[in-house]
């Protein structure tokens, strides 16, 4: 149950710059309540992706102003994590999750491990170094993409079938590779989870912008220059425009062009 932000850009540039400083603030302050670690990767000049992540708050971490305001790239994800109950904050939970230059961040969690892992496979899950259900669903994607699928069509296989385990969980996630950025809104029958919301403490009432009503709402804008930007609910989303339930959205790094499908089709292989 996290926070997501992820953008592509022509050029190297901050999240300051594309969303502003209010906005910005207002994602920073989200780690009050999303405050068990948070992490990003990115696409650095060498065309390679690389990682930070730390069990501290954003707020708290030295990282954590540098990478949000200081450090321009052409593609990046941030993640702050509100660890499911029973799940251990620690460095090796917290996301993103990398492994042969792709990373991996979700929002969401999923009843049952065990059988999330039966799903998964030993071969798959040996990579994994911390005891989260999100590096497991980023196994499967792993899995997808060793039989030969690209990583759009692998995500969506793996949210497919994970959907048909766990009808209710949310899957929403976002990867990043040296070629792309991809965005997995898989929530659209996921109540939100607002006992463990309100467990920080927070009345309902006083819970960051749209959790409430719309915790795992994706939205997304087309800056004038070319930009992508995607977010998860909790910061002002006015004019933006939000993904389609149980879509895939593949943004190409060389040309930010934005492909949103159908994740069925895509998983079928008919879009």
């Known amino acids: 149950m996290c926070r997501l932000l992820a953008f592509a850009a022509p050029g190297p540039t901050t999240i300051a710059d594309l969303i502003g400083t209010e906005r910005l603030a207002a994602f920073r302050t989200l780690s009050r309540l999303h405050a068990d670690g948070w992490g990003t990767a990115w696409?650095?000049?060498?065309?390679?992706?690389?990682?930070v992540r730390d069990a501290l708050p954003v707020q708290r971490s030295r990282r954590g102003a540098a990478a949000l305001t200081e450090q321009p790239s052409t593609a990046r994800l941030v993640h702050l994590r509100l660890a499911t109950p029973g799940m251990t904050v620690a460095h090796d939970n917290s996301h993103p999750f990398l492994h042969g230059g792709v990373a991996f961040a979700h929002n969401g969690s999923v009843p049952s491990v065990p059988v999330l892992e039966?799903?998964?496979?030993?071969?798959?899950?040996?990579?994994?170094?911390?005891?989260?259900?999100s590096e497991r669903i980023f196994a499967l994607v792993r899995r997808y993409a060793d039989e030969g699928a690209d990583l759009t069509t692998a995500a969506a296989r793996a949210t497919v079938r994970l959907r048909?385990?766990?009808?209710?969980?949310?899957?929403?996630a976002v990867?990043?590779?040296?070629?792309?950025?991809?965005?997995?809104h898989s929530s659209e029958r996921s109540p939100v989870p607002l006992a463990d919301l309100c467990a920080s403490g927070l009345a309902p009432a006083d819970l960051p912008r749209d959790h409430a009503e719309g915790y795992y709402r994706?939205?997304?804008?087309?800056r004038p220059d070319g930009a992508v930007v995607f977010t998860s609910a909790g910061i002002d989303t006015t004019g933006w425009e939000p993904l389609p339930p149980a879509s895939i959205t593949t943004v190409r790094?060389?040309?930010?062009?934005?492909?949103?499908?159908?994740?069925?089709?895509?998983?079928?292989?008919?879009a």
């Open 118 to 133: 039966a799903v998964v496979g030993e071969r798959h899950l040996a990579d994994a170094r911390g005891s989260t259900d």
């Open 164 to 172: 048909e385990a766990f009808p209710g969980a949310s899957l929403n």
């Open 175 to 184: 990867l990043l590779s040296a070629g792309e950025l991809v965005v997995v």
């Open 253 to 270: 790094l060389d040309t930010v062009d934005v492909r949103v499908r159908d994740l069925h089709a895509v998983a079928a292989g008919v």
């Open 43 to 51: 696409v650095d000049e060498a065309r390679e992706v690389r990682r």
């Open 218 to 222: 994706m939205s997304w804008l087309r």
